[in-house]
């Protein structure tokens, strides 16, 4: 019997219908309550979209001015052909040697409800000014930029344009996180393979991509943490990966017993989005599912919900071919860089 957990009983009323083991294929209702997307995007009462505020917010994270060296933009780091990552390990940092964790996609982060790995940032509004900000990133301090944007023209305008009940000075540092987070919450996947099955199509993934999903909701167990239609249930687990003195969630809460424990990512587009985990340390999906099949340390902090798994090579084979079907499709791929202010 597995012990239920709040993440789960939230879901209760789903998890009635949801399928659970590898044998039965789950019924299209079954498969539509839980995976099906979101018709629109959720945006803050504080800040709401508009298509002023989307342009800006556009234009500046793509900008390389708002870095100290007018050489790094969110879209360096975040490269929309690559899964909006960067397919490094871990990315050189400005001031020599690495930053400490991989970049993780922003994919479909309008209904994240923490940010960063660690959850240390509540909302993209403040998650945004802290790369800009950090000497590793893109060491810029924010009166030095704030200067630096009102002397153009182009983002006079723009920040008047979408912020059009503001008082002067228009161009602050809270609207410039606001602007870059209402952008980022328009980064919403693009319909894949999966979800095309998902709404009818029977025949948009194939036979051993659907039984890799049955697996993923079964034996496998996947779907106990990477849960619902963005596959991640916002929850912190530890799940085993070597300690590298990166104390995670544990830091950010200043408890032991939350060490190692890292937020559960998306798994949208996660077939283009290697290397894997916080610390970039696993090279494939291979990596991954022999990480899960016993590969992982056992410690204190270890999620409950880690056991170790045991498939065979056709199995390994189905599951990976499902976790393709989450792919965005190639034509899909590519944001053209905006025009910047000038
Ligand atoms: C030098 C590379 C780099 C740059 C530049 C950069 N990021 Fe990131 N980003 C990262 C890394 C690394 C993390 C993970 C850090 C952590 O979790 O401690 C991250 C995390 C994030 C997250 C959290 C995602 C999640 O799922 O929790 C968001 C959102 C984000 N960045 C947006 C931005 C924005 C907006 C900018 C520009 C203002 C930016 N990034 C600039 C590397 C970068
Ligand atoms: C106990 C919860 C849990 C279970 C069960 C679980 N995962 Fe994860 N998964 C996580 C967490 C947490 C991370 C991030 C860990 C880190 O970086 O420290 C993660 C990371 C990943 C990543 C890397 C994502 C990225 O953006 O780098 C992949 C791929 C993945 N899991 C696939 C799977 C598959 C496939 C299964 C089933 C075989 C599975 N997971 C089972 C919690 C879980």
């Known amino acids: 019997m597995r012990r239920l957990r709040p993440a789960i009983l939230a879901l209760s009323a789903l998890a009635a219908a949801a399928p659970t083991t590898a044998g039965e294929p789950p019924t299209p209702a079954a498969l539509k309550a839980q995976y099906a997307r979101p018709e629109t995007i959720p945006f803050p009462e504080d800040n709401p979209r508009s298509p002023a505020r989307v342009t800006l917010g556009k234009q500046l994270f793509f900008d390389e001015r708002l870095s100290g060296g007018n050489d790094t933009a969110c879209a360096t780091c975040h490269i929309p052909a690559l899964g909006w990552e960067d397919g490094e390990r871990l990315t050189e940092s400005t001031g020599g040697g690495n930053l400490k964790r991989h970049t993780p996609t922003i994919w479909n982060r309008a209904w994240g409800r923490t940010f960063f790995w660690d959850g240390s940032a509540r909302s993209l509004e403040e998650q945004a000014l802290q790369p800009i900000r ?5 060491n810029q301090p924010m009166p030095a930029l704030m200067d630096e944007l009102r002397r153009i023209p182009g983002y006079r305008k723009g920040f008047r344009a979408a912020f059009p009940d503001a008082e002067a000075p228009v161009i602050t540092a809270a609207r410039l996180a606001k602007a870059i987070a209402t ?15 998902v709404d009818g199509d029977g025949n948009a993934i194939s036979e051993a991509a659907r039984r890799g999903f049955r697996l993923f909701n079964g034996k496998a167990r996947c779907a106990e943490c990477h849960s619902g239609w963005n596959f991640s249930s916002g929850a ?18 200043d408890l032991p017993a939350a060490d190692h424990m890292f937020k559960v990512p998306t798994l949208r587009d996660i077939a283009r989005r290697a290397p894997y985990m916080h610390d970039g340390s696993l090279p494939n999906l291979q990596a991954v599912l022999d990480h899960y099949q016993g590969g992982f340390v056992r410690r204190e902090t270890l999620s409950a919900d880690m056991e170790a798994i045991a498939l065979t090579d056709r199995e390994e084979a189905d599951l990976i071919a499902f976790l393709h079907t989450l792919t965005t499709p190639p034509a899909a791929r590519g944001v053209p860089r905006p025009e910047l202010p000038q």
């Open 134 to 138: 950090n000497p590793g990133e893109m």
């Open 183 to 197: 952008y980022e919450r328009t980064v919403v996947q693009p319909q894949t393979a999966f979800d095309a099955w």
């Open 236 to 253: 912190f687990h530890d799940i085993g990966l070597p300690d590298t003195g990166d104390r995670g969630r544990g830091a950010v809460l």
